[in-house]
Structures are given as structure tokens and as C-alpha cells.
């Protein structure tokens, strides 16, 4: 055996202390100086501010910057490169080489110089030399088992706990009895043991081999002492490692690498191990062994020495050799004379062992290798252990005197006896109960609400029965929750931990679970133990095919279920506060409550969350998302650290693959499983990222979600499958990467879980999710041989190619390799992992080689983690949301809706809307100002360019605004998808207004142009007027007392005079339209009768919105084809179309043949929907053909109303041809009166406008009160001036007017669609306030005509709510703005007078050019008419001039906005109009099945299909069960969850599922219609509402399958009004 010097105790100084004086050394105490020698050492660690117990786990439970694993660590990181790879469980933590600091370097170089420069008598010197003496200053390295000591020493009890829990599980050797580094007190640190457990197999002959697990602390077994007496020359540590694990050293010892002889902190240090079998022959013992080692020379460790002889079974003592005389006779003298057995160890002697006397034995070492020595030493404890010998347990450790427990402390007694009064609470409860009993809300309770929620998205029969039903028992459900959930357990626990304060808080928590998994531990591994037999047996059974397989495997359920029961742990608790809190929640929900206690669960939890405990996402015994739960513990956590980014990572693979540990070994976790079990459900935890890692990385935390294990296919039924798909896709949807864990190299177990992720990822896809991820290979043998990884990664890629094959066919996707599916490299996005054992468990440590791999993985996952942004907390519980609810679907991607994408996207609509309200408004000004110049004959063209060359910079603008909003760092990967859309959207709009405002123009031209004539006699004729009218004046002027005779005077000649100035023009006659109207009517061959019946019965006005269509039918008794229609259980479905079609909506068309014995019936409905498409679209092709008449410039002809008639007769008769049934003549009679009826306005508002512009004597005569005041003004002797600024500001009065309107017009629709809420939004906005107002009238006539012609009703609807804003709410503001706009005119003209004044005043002045001055000065501005100033030739003094103007426009101002506001009709453009035009520039496709409008503000907003929030029930607008009069009571959402069938056509013969509706034509596959529970209340109420006048209208029955649940009935209006705020 090798031998060394043996350290003497104290023996070594540092490098700092040698240079001092070594008297002074002296005289200080060996107490001083063991104080000086610490604190230097610590130092030298970085740890001298740490000395107080001050590392915690937080320290180090972060993501840092990647560990190097083979560069050499400078010594002031040794202590934190220590804990990091310890946490990561690499056993080489203890071996980490040092960095030389350079200043050794060079000294290092030096002295190679130094020596081949000297002769050969200096060589020899050198080698002969001392180290000390070649090189005084040289430092010594920092002992290894320093480095783990000063870190104890520094650590508070949670890091301590952490670091002995990882200690174990590297196999390394525990202290446990420490002393002080410089009072030398003991210290037992039993807290820090107490999370450790211990695994075993003994070998019992009757029973087999029986697995054994338990708590250190609590186990009872022998233990061996180990102790040193005197200075020995051998090793007694490295001869421990020898009897417990020959190839692992489990303690250190002087030849460990690393080893200095100099050590200050692991004298005195007892530490301890354990022995464990693993039921195998080639096991050193079959019993579960602790050894104690006593480090340093136990003679004068007294207090150490006597505690571990106390306390052992065995007392094994080395001695350098036996002598009388010596100090170490005493001590072992005691121990011969006890009955305590003794292995006595001598150094210098070569004997073999001898016994003593009974239980004491001697064995000499001298000349004996180490293999030799240890198999003489296993022989005899086996011996001593094969009789009775005194047990020891380490909680004992408690009882000794003059040592101290960590436990003792005032913290962790609180701790502790907190947690001892709940689990008191449990005493004498079957373990398998306590949870049925203490735990109420999660058992069963919970488990039949789960089950009730997922049926309700797989309902059959009376869908909205059975779902009312369920909704009433949820609610008894979670009742009983409620009432259950006083348990004083739980109580107990909440009280404790909303009081107790954080450090507190924590040592309760690991008490609870301590003291919890002490209640089960034994039952837990009596029925793992039956487990295990079962298993055994079961796949005996399956090598055979027995036929008792299915019973075995009946049985391994039923133990499963045990397991499942006496499994209890603080997950459990957390659960069960979740279940609370859903419960209270769901039955407060609507209620004023106030704060109650349970309000607080979110925030405790989120508390826990934040210190790094992780919590349950999916309860994995119930398989169900506690979605209220989830939500709002991240609202609380993003509430406490903000809205912070955070990096999902979630991991997946089959049972007990280590998925768990690969986490835990990445990131330093422990995640929280109940003692005995795998990870079930899916468990979530915060990892901070470190403060020098932000730069690198865009988030502030990873997420790691734990997962359960896929499960093992031999027990796997259809529905452990189908959890299987649903948690794959869940963990997959979830996380930002995913990591994939497959276990071992079988291709065949591979398959199993591929075929599952493959699928889930193809998931993701179709609904615009891109998740990654890394396959992890674990447990790859000869992981070196890149040959054969290359093979594994060459079979991995067939593999998912091959499951991307089927998961495409499966999914009706279109991919043929898995590159297809989602971005790939199979070099660098496959992991191969070593075995995690280095030997065979239960004694081999972590195999150093995984923890490199998984080292290696973290990295990979964060260099590509770099290049994301994650994901906000409040994305990651969206996400969470939306995953699972279009999980419990059966149709996964055509039921997944991304909330949080349709909260940004509807945010987006809102900013659309402001956006190209800022183009529109800006094309109103332009548009005002060209008008007024066309009006002044200052624009004779208008071209394109132009007008886009006017909008540049405000467009400019609004994509400048574009751009910073969809730069937005918060929501900007999700904003991306539609960036180019809705830029390509605004350069749209922009061309759309540009184009339509050219067209305006062009009119505006055409009108000017065909009003030249009159335009060019106007000047004549006002001149002629104004000379005859100042004749007059003269003529009468002093002669008229009076206004009133003045008034005659001018009356007798006026006529006269418009006589005589209009003798050679025809006056334009006023249309006759109702004559024209009955006269072609009657050519069309229809009695006067029928024409003045329909017209006096009024019935042809509603004839679009009718329910019942059957007074139109001529069928007699014998002509109905209906009868014999084709029968089926299958609910007939047919809707209406969107406007402007004439296809007929899906139903089931049943055969039309004639029966003469047939009863007269109704139209089928499907044949009423194609009679109200054929009169929208004969509607809206008679407008469209008026408006494209040129009726304004040519004026009205009645060949316009023939040509609309004829083609209405036309499209009738063509219409009857296509049917099995002729209409009445009555029907053409009342189609055409409608259409009529719908296009009179338009036609005498268009002739109106064309006399206004063309008939001369209109023209004359609408001067007649201007020239009166002409005349009256020269009859008083005015001045020409005075009358001349009367004329100029009589002319100004007008188009004044309207600039003030048409400014106000347009002032007041952007301040109601910045400010005005039913204005300001997007377009579903929009729809809530008209549905909000619907309800408030309760007018089912507005309803029906909402449902049938949405886009008409939302128009009256804006024109309603204007007109309310104007003329109640904002009357005030209203006048006001119309103040201001009128100051602003008069401003501008004030401006225009004095910019014309200073213009003449510079040239020759005369009135001629002042008055062109002044006109040019308002050309964009104002309509100016020409004004004659020859009768004016007079005027000379201009500045008397612009005062009279000036003055006159004041009065004209105070007119104005004195004006009545009826009058802002008059405006171009009303406000209404224009908040119409900007509004409802939308989609309006209605919904195939229930007419719902299509919320998406953008009209073509391909490629995303149409969607709406809340459908409604298909009854409203007339489905109805086929064969009865039973109208449809089921919502959209419902059916397309139901397994219920429908045909897309009525003359189809083939069904279509409702869950496959998108397969059933265009029309389908173009909307989105989610199988989810979004429905409002509003139209549950309407049906109750309105039930009599829905049945009335369509002469149908709320009864049979469509009767309303009587649920529905309880909902009020307020309760309707008040849901569609969930829009």
C-alpha cells in the first residue's frame, strides 16, 4: 500500500502569512490563527462577504453563461464553478483544475532559465533542493474539499439542503457532523439531509428480492465507524471507498486529483455514506449500510470520536501500530473492554485478521494491497452484521448533547411545527383515503366536472338541452366544491402559508412534504412492489399470448388506481386550492362579492411560483387544465414581476424515460414529485435569467414545463391514446421549443412516440403555431462513434419522414417529409446522450459524460433561444387557453382559436380604422377645396396624378405610423403575418379614395360643363336685372313711404321682367313619376285593379323581409310537391345567402314530385330563400341601373323606369322557368312596386339637381330676393359701395353656408369616430352597439331587418345614433363647432379683403381688380359667382368698401350659427354618410348556418376565412326540423361539434358532417367556425323575447327538438345587454 506524510493538524500557512515575522507567529493563539487562516482562505474564494450564511439557491438556480468544461477555473470562481456543476450533477465539481495566476506562470518560466543557464553543481543543487526553498512564494493551491466546505459554511439552509441532496446523488460521502471553522462548536446538519432518500434491494429467500426506498433520516440500519488514531501512513478513506464502491471515490482522500497536503476545514469533519445493495450476488453487503469517517487524527477530536463510537455498530480504528505506551491504548483499551464490536486496523503489522474475542478483531496492513485489505475487512463486518448488532438512525443525531442541529434554529421550528399540525391532522388515516377525505374538491368531484366539460363538446340528440343540463350540473358540481372546501386540513395549510413570512413559508413547505411522504412511504412501496410483480408476470403472459392477459392487465390497473391514491404530496394541496378557488370563482362570477379569502389563492401560489416552486399546468389524475385556476396564478405573477418575456420550454417522451432528471441536471431543478411516482400531468417553473446573460438572450425567464410520460403501448387502450395525442400537442403547442426524449435505440419504441409528435407538430402548423424542436437520444451506447450516430440520425430522419406521411394523411395535409412540417436539421437538432449511470445503480454516480451532453443541449437550446423573443407571460396564458380548448374538440385545428391573436388583431382593426380615417379625411378637404375651384371655373381637369400628388404626404404619414406600429417590440412577431396585407390594404384604400374622389370630380365637371349655356348667360342677366332694378330705384326713390310698398312696387315688375329676359328658353317641366309608374304597369299587360289593390294594401313595401311567402303560391290542393319528400332523422339545415346571390342555401331538398292527393302546404324553405334572393337582387340591380343614368346632367326620361320594369317582368318569368311552382301575379306587382318604391327618391332628387342647373327661369327667379334688396338699398339712397358689398356678401351667403357645414359635416364624423363609442372601435364595435340598440327598442321588426340586410340597418342605425349626437347628447359641442367653423370662414375672408386691399392699393386701383383679387384670394375656399361691375364703375373708394364687406360678413357669420342644425343636411357630405363610408368599408359575408356578418374590418381580407365571435341559433332566420314545423334551437359552435350531418346543396344526396362542414364547397371552407362554448346570452333572451313573433313570422314552432331550454328563460335584458361586452 502506498504511504505518505500524514498533514499534520495546522501544520500549513498560507502564501500571505509566511512573509510575516515568525515570532509573531509565536505568540499568537493556534484559535488566531486558525481565524486568520479561514478568512485568508475564504478570501482567496471570493466568499469573505459570505461568511453569514448568505448563498442561496436563488444564486444559482439562473440561467448564467455556459460552464466550460475543460478550461482550467482561476481560484476566485472555484467555489461558484463548484456549485454550478454540482447542481447540474457532475461529480467532477470536486476535480476542477485551477487556472495559475500569471505572476506563477512567469516565475515558472524564470526559473526554467534560471536553471539552463547554470552549471552542473547548480543543477544538482536544484534537484536537491526544497520546494520551499526553490521557490519561497510560491502559493499553494486551495484543498478541493475546502472549496465544498467554505461553500457550506457560507450557504443558508435551503442552498445547504440542495447541495447535500446533490452531494448524495453523485454518490459522494455527506458531512455530518461539522465543527466550526473557527469556534470549533459541532454542528449536526440534519435539515440538509432530510430531502434525501435511499433505494435498496435486499434478498429475502422466500420472498424474492424486495425493493426498499426511505429517508435517510428515518432509516434504521447498522453503521460502521471509521477512525484514525495518530499520524497513519495509509489512507483510511481511499480503503472506505474500497468496501463501498471500488470504482468511485466516494470519500476523498490525499491521492484524489487536486489533493494539497494542506487542508483548514475538513479536520473534525465527520462525513457519511451509504451502502446500498442492488439484490445481486456480486453486492459487498446485503444489508443497507451507513459508514461514518471521522477526517483528522480522532486523539484529539474528542467530541467527534465519542459520538461516532456512541453511536456505531461497528468501531473500525487505524493506527499507525500498536505500542503500549501510546496515546491511542487508552481509546482503544474502552473500546476491547465493550461489547461493541471492534476491527482494529494496524499499519505496521502483517497479520492476518484474528479475532480477539468475540465481535473484536485485529487485521494487519503492512504488505497488503488495498483490494486484499478491503475483502478482509467486508468478510468480517459481514460476519458481525450476519448477528444482532445496535441500529443507528440519523435523526438521533439530535439527542446528542453539546453539538448543535441546524434543525434547532428558530426558523425551521416554525416551520416544522406548522407543517406537524396538519399532517397531525392525518394521523391514523388510511393513506389511501386521506386525499377522498381531507382533499374533497379534486377526487371525484373534479373528475365529473372534467368529464361533463369535455362531453359538452360532444353532445348528441337535444344538443342545447343536453348542454343546459350539463351546465346545470357543473354548477351543482362546483356547489358541492364549495361547500366541501372548509376541510380544517386546508384551512390549516392557507392560514399558514398567508401568514408566515418567506423563510418561514419555505422551511413549512419542505416540512409538509417531508412529513407527507413519511405518511406514505411504506404503503407506497408495498404496492410498487405488487407493480412490479404484476408487471413481471404480465409480460410473461404476453411472451406466451396467454389468454390471461387482459386480467393480469385489469389487475395493474387496479394497482395503478392504488398508487394513485396513496400518492399525496404538495402538488396535491396546490390543486386542491385551485379546485377552491375555481368554485368560488365560477358561482361569484356576476355577483358582488366582495374580497373574499379565496380571492387570495392566486396570489399565494404565484408567490411560490416566483421563488422557484413549480406548479401544476395539467392535473394529470383528472387530465384536465384548471383554465380559471392557471389564469389567474399568471395574472398575479405577471401582476408581481410585470408582463416579463419569458422562453417556454417543454419536454416530451415515454414513461420513465428521464425526462425529469434531464431538466433537473440542465437547470439545477427538483421538480416536485410525490415520493415513489413519476411526473404526472404537466408541471411548470420559472429559471431566472442571469442579469450578464440579458444582452445575449430577449426574455427574462425560461419556462420549463415537465411533463408526464407518454405511456408504454402494451397498456395503452383508445383512450390512453387519445390522452397521449392531447398532451403531445399541448406540450408541443405550449412551448417555444420542445424537447423530444427518446429513451434507447429501439426503432420500434422510437415509432411510438413519433407518430404521436409528428402529428402534434403537423398541428401546430395548420394553425399558424411554430414551435421547434431538438431530439434528445438518451441512453446511447458507444456515444463516441460518430459512425454509428450517423446511422441513428440517417434512421431518425426515415422515421419522421415516414410519420410525416401518416400524420399528413391523417391531418389532410399535404407533407412528405418532416422538413415539410417544421424546420429541421437533423445534424444539429438531434442529441445523443450517454447512459445517465456511470456502473449500475443503486451505488454508481451520474455518468460525468451526460452531464457534458446535457451541458452541451442547454447550450444548443440557448444559442437558438437567442434568436427568438419568446413569449409575455400573458401570451404563455393565452396560449394555454386556447391550446386546451381546442384540445377537448374532437377536430383540433378547425377548433383552435388563438385569443390572444384575436385581441391584437381586433387592436390592429382599430389602428386600420384610425388610419384610413386619416386618408378620408384628408380626401374630404381636398375634395371641398377642388369642388369650390371647379364651382369658380378654375379647374377644367382633374387627373389622377394630382390627386396623388395632394395626398403624398398624408399618406406618407400614415405609413410612417404603420411602420412604428407594426415595429412594436411587444407584438411584433404576431403583428408580422399581417403587415403585408394591411400595407397592401392602405395603398388599396388610398387608390380606392383617390379613384372615387376623381369620379366625383368628373361628375362635378360634366355638370359645370353641361351648365355652360346658363352659366354664360348668368353675367347678362344679373346685369340686366341690376340696371333695371337701379332704374327702378330712381325712378321711385322718395316717392314710397315703406318697406311694404316698396315691396309691391318691385313685385309688379318683376314678372314682367323675367318674362321678357326668358322669352326664348322652355321652361324644364316637373316629372309626373306615379303616373309614369301605373301607365307602364299597365302596358305590362296588369289590371288597374290588382295595381291600386297592391298600392292600397301596402304590403309590396316589406316584401323583402316577409317570413311567409306563401300568399304568392298558385298551387291548388293537388299541385304540392312536398309530400313526398325524403325522410330523415337528420335536422334539415338551410340558410340564407349572402346578399347579391341568387344560389339557394344548403338543406335537405327532398324530391319534388307531383301527388294529386297531396295536402297544400307552405314553401319549403329553401324555396322561400331563393324567392327573397331573387328580390334583393332584382333591388339592387333597379338602383344600380338609376344611378348610372344621367339623370342629373340630362335629366329625367321615362324610358329609364320601362327599361327597369321589363328587365324586373324578365328575371320573374326566368326565375319561374328554373321551379316546380308558378307565383301569383300579384308577386310581379308588388316586386315591382317595391322597386319603385326604392328608386323614387333617387330619381326626383336627380331631376331636382338637373332643372336647378339648367332651366333659366328657375335660375331668374331664385334672384328675385337677392335684387329686391338691390333695389331697396338704391331706393334709400344707399351708396353704390354699400349695395355693392350687399351683392358681394349675398353672393358669399350661400357657399359660406355650405363651407360651414361641409367643414362641421366632416369635423363632427372624426370627432364621433375618435370619441363616440360605437364609432370608435372596429367593426365588431360596430355590431355590439347595433345589437345593444336593438334590445333596447325590443323592435323585432328592426331585428328582421338586421338579420335579412345587415349593411341597410347598420346604415339607419349610424343615421339614428348621428342624429342623436347632434340633435340630444352633443347639442351644445354641436353649435359650438358650428361657432367655430363660422369664425374660421369669416377669418378667411377677413384675410381675403385685406390681401386684396394691399394688392390694388399697389397698382391702379379700380373695382374691377379688387373684386379679382378678392376672388382669387377664396377660389379653394368658397364658391364665388360672377359679380357685373359695371353699374359699380363708381366706386373708387375701396377701403370704405372692404369695411361695409367686412361688417356685412359679421351679421352673415351670426346668421349662420344661429342657423337651426337641422340645416347640416344640407352639407355635401353628411356625417352620417361619411362615418358610414369609413365604417362600413367591411366584410359583410354572412355565416352558411345562422347569418352572422363576418367581424373582419377589412373587406377582402383573404387568405384569413371568415369568422365571427358569437354565432346564433340557426332558428332566427327560419331553419326548421325537416318534415314538421319545428324550428332550430342549436347554435352554429354546437353543431359543428355535434356528430349530427347536413346537405350543402338542395339537390344534394350525400350528407356532410358538421365537423367536416369546411369539406362541403367554397361557401364553407371559407369561414371559421369554432366548436367552443362563445355563445352570447343576447340571443338565447331574443328567442325567449320574440318567441311569438319569430314563430308568426315564419309560421313555424318553437316545440319538439327545437324547444327553447328553459334555462334561456331566465336570463333578463340587462343580462343580454350586459354579454355583449364578451364581444
Excluded at 480477539?356 to 478491503?374: E, R
Amino acid at each position: 500500500m502506498k504511504s505518505e506524510t500524514p498533514p499534520e493538524k495546522y501544520t500549513g500557512t498560507l502564501k500571505e502569512d509566511m512573509s510575516e515575522n515568525k515570532d509573531e507567529l509565536v505568540e499568537i493563539s493556534r484559535e488566531e490563527q486558525c481565524r486568520r487562516e479561514t478568512e485568508t482562505l475564504f478570501n482567496r474564494l471570493q466568499l469573505g462577504d459570505k461568511r453569514q450564511q448568505t448563498l442561496t439557491p436563488a444564486d444559482f438556480l439562473q440561467i448564467g453563461p455556459a460552464l466550460k468544461q475543460q478550461s482550467d477555473t482561476p481560484e476566485k470562481d472555484l467555489a461558484h464553478t463548484f456549485l454550478q456543476r454540482l447542481m447540474i450533477l457532475d461529480y467532477r465539481a470536486r476535480y476542477i483544475p485551477v487556472k495559475q495566476d500569471s505572476a506563477e506562470v512567469c516565475q515558472f518560466r524564470h526559473e526554467l532559465d534560471v536553471v539552463n543557464d547554470e552549471t552542473e553543481e547548480s543543477i544538482l543543487d536544484a534537484l536537491f533542493s526544497s520546494d520551499e526553498e526553490s521557490n519561497p512564494t510560491k502559493k499553494t493551491n486551495v484543498h478541493p474539499m475546502d472549496v465544498q466546505m467554505a461553500v457550506f459554511h457560507c450557504s443558508d439552509t435551503f442552498l445547504r439542503q440542495n447541495m447535500i441532496t446533490k452531494l448524495s446523488q453523485c454518490q459522494y460521502a455527506l458531512p455530518l457532523l461539522v465543527p466550526d471553522p473557527v469556534s470549533k462548536d459541532i454542528e449536526c446538519p440534519l435539515w440538509a439531509f432530510r430531502q434525501i432518500r435511499k433505494s435498496w434491494k435486499m434478498t429475502d429467500k422466500s420472498k424474492g428480492s424486495i425493493m426498499k426506498s426511505m429517508p435517510v433520516c428515518k432509516a434504521e440500519t447498522p453503521m460502521v465507524s471509521f477512525l484514525r488514531l495518530g499520524s497513519a501512513s495509509l489512507s483510511k478513506s481511499q480503503l472506505l471507498n474500497n468496501l463501498i464502491n471500488e470504482r468511485h471515490s466516494t470519500f476523498f482522500h490525499r491521492n484524489c486529483p487536486g489533493s494539497t497536503k494542506t487542508r483548514y476545514l475538513m479536520d473534525g469533519v465527520a462525513e457519511i455514506a451509504w451502502y446500498c445493495p442492488a439484490g445481486k450476488p456480486n453486492d459487498s453487503f446485503t444489508d443497507f449500510i451507513a459508514f461514518c469517517n471521522l477526517h483528522g487524527d480522532a486523539l484529539s477530536l474528542d467530541k467527534q470520536r465519542d459520538i461516532l463510537i456512541e453511536k456505531a455498530s461497528i468501531n473500525v480504528v487505524l493506527v499507525p501500530s500498536l505500542k503500549r505506551g501510546d496515546r491511542s491504548m487508552t481509546v482503544i483499551s474502552s473500546l476491547l473492554d465493550s461489547s461493541k464490536p471492534l476491527i482494529c486496523l494496524i499499519a505496521d503489522n502483517d497479520s492476518n485478521p484474528v479475532q480477539m474475542k468475540p465481535g473484536h478483531y485485529k487485521i494487519g496492513l503492512k504488505d497488503k494491497s488495498q483490494s486484499d485489505a478491503s475483502e478482509e475487512l467486508k468478510g468480517i463486518i459481514r460476519n458481525i452484521l450476519s448477528g444482532s448488532f445496535k441500529s443507528f438512525q440519523l435523526e438521533t443525531l439530535a439527542q446528542v448533547s453539546g453539538i448543535r442541529v441546524d434543525e434547532e434554529n428558530e426558523i425551521c421550528q416554525k416551520g416544522k411545527a406548522a407543517a406537524l399540525k396538519i399532517t397531525t391532522l392525518l394521523k391514523g388515516m388510511d393513506v389511501s383515503k386521506i386525499k377522498e377525505k381531507k382533499l374533497p374538491c379534486q377526487g371525484e368531484l373534479w373528475h365529473e366536472w372534467s368529464r361533463i366539460t369535455q362531453q359538452q363538446y360532444h353532445l348528441k340528440g337535444e344538443i342545447e338541452k343536453e348542454k343546459c343540463k350539463n351546465q346545470e350540473k357543473l354548477q351543482e358540481i362546483r356547489q358541492r366544491q364549495r361547500a366541501a372546501s372548509c376541510s380544517d386540513f386546508m384551512q390549516l395549510f392557507i392560514n399558514n402559508l398567508s401568514s408566515l413570512p418567506s423563510n418561514e413559508k419555505a422551511c413549512f413547505l419542505k416540512w409538509t412534504q417531508i412529513l407527507l411522504d413519511d405518511l406514505s412511504t411504506d404503503d407506497l412501496a408495498r404496492i410498487l412492489h405488487s407493480y412490479d410483480e404484476k408487471w413481471s408476470e404480465f409480460l410473461a403472459l404476453k411472451k406466451d399470448k396467454s389468454d390471461q392477459l387482459k386480467n393480469k392487465q385489469t389487475e395493474l390497473e387496479k394497482i395503478s388506481t392504488q398508487l394513485q391514491a396513496a400518492t399525496f404530496g404538495l402538488e396535491h394541496i396546490f390543486r386542491e386550492m385551485g379546485q377552491i378557488y375555481e368554485a368560488h370563482e365560477s358561482l361569484a362570477r356576476g355577483r358582488n362579492t366582495g374580497r373574499m379569502k379565496w380571492c387570495d389563492y392566486p396570489a399565494l401560489a404565484a408567490e411560490l411560483m416566483i421563488s422557484g416552486h413549480p406548479m401544476e399546468l395539467m392535473d394529470g389524475d383528472a387530465g384536465h387544465v384548471p383554465l380559471t385556476w392557471i389564469s389567474s396564478l399568471l395574472d398575479e405573477v405577471i401582476m408581481k414581476l410585470g408582463d416579463k418575456r419569458v422562453f417556454v420550454l417543454s419536454i416530451l417522451g415515454v414513461q420513465s424515460s428521464g425526462k425529469s432528471t434531464m431538466l433537473n441536471a440542465m437547470f439545477g431543478l427538483q421538480f416536485a414529485v410525490s415520493a415513489g411516482r413519476c411526473t404526472k400531468g404537466a408541471f411548470m417553473q420559472l429559471v431566472k435569467v442571469s442579469e450578464e446573460m440579458k444582452n445575449d438572450l430577449k426574455f427574462d425567464y425560461v419556462l420549463v414545463v415537465d411533463t408526464e410520460g407518454l405511456r408504454a403501448l402494451e397498456l395503452a387502450g383508445n383512450t390512453t391514446l387519445h390522452h397521449d395525442n392531447e398532451l403531445a400537442t399541448f406540450v408541443v403547442g405550449v412551448g417555444n421549443m420542445t424537447l423530444i426524449n427518446i429513451f434507447g435505440e429501439n426503432p420500434a419504441v422510437m415509432q411510438d412516440v413519433l407518430q404521436i409528435v409528428v402529428q402534434a407538430i403537423m398541428r401546430m402548423k395548420n394553425v399558424k403555431l411554430s414551435p421547434s424542436c431538438v431530439f434528445v437520444h438518451q441512453n446511447v451506447t458507444d456515444i463516441a462513434a460518430s459512425e454509428k450516430n450517423m446511422d441513428g440520425k440517417r434512421r431518425l430522419q426515415e422515421k419522421l419522414d415516414q410519420m410525416a406521411q401518416l400524420a399528413a394523411k391523417e391531418e389532410g395535409c399535404d407533407a412528405k417529409s418532416f422538413s415539410d412540417i417544421i424546420e429541421f436539421d437533423v445534424q444539429e437538432d438531434v442529441k445523443y446522450f450517454a447512459q445517465l449511470w456511470e456502473g449500475s445503480p443503486p451505488m454508481a454516480p451520474p455518468n460525468p459524460g451526460y452531464s457534458e451532453s446535457v451541458q452541451e443541449l442547454k447550450n444548443t437550446i440557448l444559442s437558438k433561444a437567442s434568436q427568438s423573443d419568446g413569449m409575455t407571460l400573458s401570451q404563455f396564458k393565452h396560449n394555454i387557453g386556447d391550446l386546451w380548448k381546442a384540445l377537448l374538440n374532437e377536430n383540433f385545428v378547425f377548433s383552435f382559436k388563438n385569443t390572444l391573436e384575436v385581441a391584437v388583431y381586433r387592436k390592429l382593426e382599430v389602428q386600420y380604422g384610425n388610419w384610413t380615417w386619416t386618408l378620408r379625411k384628408e380626401l374630404l378637404t381636398i375634395e371641398n377645396q377642388l369642388h369650390n375651384r371647379i364651382e369658380n371655373g378654375n379647374h377644367d381637369t382633374v387627373e389622377l396624378s394630382y390627386l396623388y400628388n395632394k395626398m403624398s404626404k398624408t399618406y406618407e404619414d400614415v405609413r410612417k405610423a404603420m411602420a412604428t406600429y407594426f415595429d412594436d417590440k411587444d407584438q411584433k412577431e404576431m403583428l408580422v403575418q399581417w403587415r403585408g396585407r394591411f400595407e397592401s390594404k392602405i395603398k388599396d384604400i388610398r387608390e380606392e379614395l383617390v379613384k372615387a374622389l376623381k369620379r366625383k370630380l368628373d361628375e362635378v365637371l360634366q355638370q359645370k360643363n353641361a351648365c355652360e349655356k346658363l352659366d354664360k348667360k348668368k353675367p347678362e342677366f344679373e346685369n340686366k336685372l341690376l340696371q333695371k332694378s337701379k332704374q327702378l330705384a330712381l325712378q321711385l326713390k322718395d316717392k314710397a313711404t315703406n318697406e311694404r310698398e316698396l315691396q309691391e312696387q318691385f313685385n309688379r315688375v318683376w314678372d314682367g321682367w323675367v318674362t321678357e329676359l326668358t322669352a326664348d328658353t322652355e321652361p324644364i317641366k316637373d316629372i309626373k313619376l306615379q303616373e309614369d309608374q301605373l301607365s307602364i304597369l299597365l302596358e305590362l299587360g296588369i289590371e288597374s285593379s290588382l295595381i291600386h289593390e297592391r298600392q292600397d294594401c301596402g304590403k309590396y313595401k316589406n316584401i323583402a323581409n316577409l317570413g311567409d311567402y306563401s300568399e304568392y303560391d298558385t298551387r291548388t290542393k293537388h299541385q304540392d310537391p312536398c309530400e313526398e319528400r325524403q325522410r330523415s332523422e337528420d335536422e334539415r339545415v338551410s340558410t340564407n345567402t349572402t346578399t347579391g346571390q341568387s344560389d339557394t342555401v344548403f338543406g335537405n331538398i327532398w324530391k319534388k314530385v307531383k301527388n294529386p292527393f297531396a295536402k297544400q302546404q307552405q314553401f319549403c324553405f329553401q324555396e322561400e330563400e331563393q324567392i327573397r334572393s331573387l328580390i334583393d337582387k332584382v333591388s339592387d340591380e333597379a338602383k344600380s341601373t338609376i344611378q348610372g343614368k344621367p339623370l342629373a346632367t340630362r335629366g329625367y326620361s321615362s324610358t329609364y323606369l320601362e327599361e327597369m320594369a321589363n328587365n324586373v317582368s324578365e328575371q320573374v318569368k326566368e326565375f319561374q322557368s328554373q321551379q316546380s311552382y308558378a307565383l301569383k301575379k300579384k308577386f310581379t306587382v308588388d316586386l315591382l312596386l317595391y322597386v319603385f318604391d326604392a328608386t323614387s327618391k333617387n330619381i326626383l332628387e336627380s331631376h331636382n339637381q338637373f332643372k336647378a342647373n339648367n332651366d333659366l327661369r328657375y335660375y331668374v327667379n331664385s334672384k328675385r330676393e337677392q335684387f329686391y334688396v338691390i333695389f331697396s338699398r338704391f331706393c334709400k339712397g344707399h351708396s353704390s359701395a354699400v349695395v355693392f358689398a350687399e351683392m358681394i356678401c349675398d353672393k358669399l351667403k350661400d357657399s359660406t353656408v355650405q363651407a360651414v357645414y361641409d367643414q362641421t359635416a366632416i369635423d363632427l364624423a372624426g370627432e364621433m369616430k375618435c370619441s363616440f363609442s360605437p364609432f370608435n372601435g372596429n367593426r365588431m364595435n360596430l355590431e355590439k352597439h347595433v345589437l345593444k340598440s336593438l334590445a333596447e327598442k325590443e323592435d323585432v321588426q328592426g331585428y328582421m331587418n338586421y338579420i335579412r340586410h345587415p349593411r341597410e340597418h347598420v346604415k339607419t342605425f349610424i343615421k339614428e345614433e348621428v342624429k342623436k349626437y347632434i340633435f340630444t347628447e352633443h347639442k351644445d359641442s354641436t353649435k359650438s363647432l358650428l361657432k367655430k367653423n363660422g369664425q374660421d370662414i369669416q377669418g378667411l375672408l377677413s384675410r381675403a379683403l385685406h390681401k386684396a386691399a394691399e394688392k390694388v392699393a399697389q397698382g391702379e386701383a379700380n373695382i374691377n381688380m379688387w373684386l379679382e383679387e378678392f376672388s382669387s384670394e377664396l377660389k379653394d375656399q368658397l364658391k364665388v359667382d360672377t359679380i357685373c361691375c359695371q353699374t359699380f364703375s363708381d366706386i373708387n373708394e375701396l377701403d370704405f368698401l372692404e369695411v361695409v364687406v367686412k361688417k356685412r360678413l359679421e351679421s352673415i357669420i351670426e346668421e349662420i350659427t344661429a342657423l337651426p342644425l337641422d340645416d347640416l343636411e344640407k352639407s355635401r357630405l353628411r356625417p352620417d354618410e361619411i362615418l358610414f363610408d369609413q365604417l362600413c368599408n367591411c366584410c359583410w359575408v354572412q355565416c352558411p348556418f345562422c347569418s352572422a356578418i363576418c367581424t373582419n374590418t377589412l373587406g377582402g381580407h383573404s387568405p384569413d376565412k371568415h369568422s365571427v365571435t358569437f354565432h346564433r341559433p340557426s332558428g332566427i332566420i327560419g331553419w326548421h326540423t325537416r318534415g314538421t314545423v319545428e324550428l332550430v334551437i342549436n347554435f352554429c359552435t354546437t353543431l359543428v361539434a355535434s356528430d349530427r350531418s347536413f346537405y350543402p346543396k338542395h339537390d344534394s344526396d350525400k350528407k356532410i358532417p358538421y365537423k367536416l362542414y369546411h369539406t362541403a364547397g367554397p361557401k364553407y371552407k371559407s369561414w371559421k367556425i369554432t366548436a367552443d362554448e362563445s355563445k352570447l346570452i343576447y340571443w338565447k333572451w331574443f328567442v325567449c323575447k320574440f318567441q311569438k313573433e319569430l314563430e308568426d313570422h315564419y309560421k313555424k314552432k318553437f316545440k319538439g327538438r327545437g324547444q327553447i331550454p328553459s334555462a334561456w328563460r331566465k336570463h333578463t335584458k340587462e343580462e343580454a345587454i350586459a354579454s355583449l361586452d364578451e364581444m
